[in-house]
């Protein structure tokens, strides 16, 4: 998960998942007193991989920060520094080891600088920790954090620390995430999966799945709006199966309880799973008007036969009548979904199916990837029969198509006028331009206009809806005049 999922990334951003996302205007309010103070040591968190990450990042920040450290965006600054890692694919491992390479000057220059690995990495970093030691003061998996500032501590007195084990109960209720972004907050509302896709690392990473209490996920929700956020995103890696036992309460339910709670606030989720996405949940998304019209529904394959190589419980004829469902409800929503190339013994034809179904279904975005062996899951065993070059040119192939489809579906929205939440400088021209997201998680650009005189802006600051009418589109980007 982001940032939500770009949409329509371009062929080099397809592995958008692993863009480090420093986080560094903290929120001064939420800062502990003493953390704040000058003389406060130091953390720099570095992020990798999908929004559950982010999210836990927020929450280590918010147990550190407990703890009395002050946060930095510096790593040269830094007496503590962590790298939440992604083991989703070997691409995204190699990036973190470059990393910590990297990390080891910094090492160099400062002998008592504290360096933690955490994250989805971290069991598989244990082993690798005896041979990289002087780099690697600490591995911790996703499920204890708590322990962080006592391991930070005995690594400081020059004891190494590993704390690894996974937990079935372990959500992290009382801890107030320590949120570092101004407008927009993630809100874990379960953590781990059971699902068991027999390509996917996260179930073992994150272990079991387990959720919040849901009362406990709508005060949170509260508490956000009274602080100025603007928009929340409901996290987990598969929200359809979320259960909040004691209180009988599904997803549809969370969601209709939070839209209820916090009706000025832009509320979107992720992910939803193509098995379990009720027809309540439909329902819900289309009867609240906060509730963003966007859904990322992961299809992976166009084959039923691949798909149930990969375990994922559903037929293509399933979820083509899902998607029907989604928008005879809400003929306006936008879709996104993940694919993966090149599974073991997927055929030419097999491919041919993914890419007729995406132009079937006309999405507005796809996170396309090469499938990536990975060690514990069932498709581990199988032989990684297809060659490296064939999975680049099927991805090529629906990466080209896609493009056309995502280009092609923005042009329609040529003349619209679209109600944007306004984000900030854009990432191209922070100078000259601005940017926004539409209800449907569409990236929107428009000039900025500053009066250089009395450096006053054009009557909008960050977090406010604007209406913008669209001019000209890209695959991935919508470009207007605000009105
Ligand atoms: N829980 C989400 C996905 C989490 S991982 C879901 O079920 O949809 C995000 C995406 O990474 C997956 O949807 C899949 O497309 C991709 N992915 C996961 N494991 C992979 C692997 N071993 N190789 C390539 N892509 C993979
Ligand atoms: Fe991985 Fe499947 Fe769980 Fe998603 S639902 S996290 S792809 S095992
Ligand atoms: Fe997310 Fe990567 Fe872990 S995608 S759950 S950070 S393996």
Redesign the pocket.
């Given at each position: 998960?982001f940032d939500l999922p770009v949409l329509a990334p371009q062929p080099s951003l397809t592995s958008d998942?692993l863009t480090p996302r420093l986080h560094d205007n903290v929120l001064a309010s939420s800062m502990n007193a003493h953390a704040a103070s000058a003389n406060a040591p130091k953390l720099y968190v570095e992020t990798?991989?999908?929004?559950?990450?982010v999210s836990d990042s927020e929450i280590v920040k918010g147990v550190m920060n407990q703890s009395g450290y002050a946060m930095t965006d510096k790593p040269d600054d830094a007496d503590v520094i962590f790298v939440?890692?992604?083991?989703?694919r070997d691409n995204?491992e190699k990036k973190v080891h470059e990393r910590l390479m990297h990390l080891k000057y910094f090492k160099k220059r400062r002998k008592d600088l504290v360096v933690g690995v955490l994250?989805?990495?971290a069991e598989r970093m244990r082993d690798e920790l005896m041979e990289t030691k002087q780099i690697v003061d600490l591995v911790v998996g996703?499920d204890e954090y708590r322990r962080l500032p006592e391991l930070v501590e005995r690594a400081g007195g020059g004891t190494k620390g590993i704390a690894v084990k996974l937990s079935r109960v372990e959500t992290y209720d009382d801890i107030e995430p320590l949120r570092t972004e101004g407008i927009s907050a993630w809100i874990s509302i379960m953590r781990g999966?059971d699902k068991f896709c027999t390509f996917c690392?996260?179930p073992f990473?994150?272990g079991r799945e387990r959720s919040r209490a849901a009362h406990l996920i709508v005060d949170e929700a509260k508490r956000l709006h009274d602080a100025g956020f603007k928009e929340i995103s409901l996290l987990g890696?598969n929200v359809n199966s979320y259960k909040d036992e004691a209180e009988n309460i599904d997803f549809a339910d969370l969601l209709r309880q939070t839209a209820r709670a916090v009706p000025q606030m832009r509320i979107r989720y992720t992910t939803s799973h193509p098995y379990d996405m009720s027809d309540k949940l439909i329902a819900t998304m289309a009867e609240y008007d906060n509730i963003c019209k966007y859904i990322h529904l992961p299809v992976q394959s166009g084959s039923d036969r691949v798909l149930q190589a990969m375990n994922r419980h559903y037929t293509v004829e399933h979820y083509k009548e899902r998607i029907r469902k989604i928008r005879e409800y809400m003929p306006k929503c936008a879709l996104s979904t993940d694919i993966i190339v090149g599974f073991p013994t997927e055929t030419v034809e097999e491919h041919r199916m993914t890419f007729d179904l995406m132009a079937e279904v006309r999405y507005d975005g796809a996170f396309m990837f090469l499938y990536s062996p990975r060690e514990r899951t069932k498709a581990w065993k199988m032989e990684d029969d297809i060659s490296h070059d064939e999975k680049v040119r099927r991805l090529n192939e629906i990466i080209e198509q896609q493009q056309r489809i995502a280009g092609e579906i923005n042009q329609i929205e040529l003349g619209t006028v679209q109600h944007v939440l306004v984000e900030g400088p854009s990432r191209r021209n922070p100078e000259t331009e601005w940017q926004g997201r539409t209800d449907t998680n569409k990236i929107v650009i428009f000039p900025h206009l500053t009066d250089k005189n009395t450096s006053t802006h054009a009557g909008y600051v960050v977090g406010d809806m604007i209406n913008i009418h669209v001019e000209r589109a890209s695959a991935a980007i919508l470009y207007g005049q605000i009105i």
């Open positions: 998960m998942f990798y991989g999908c929004q559950m990450n939440n890692t992604c083991a989703i995204a994250g989805c990495m996703p999966c690392v996260v990473t994150r890696q």
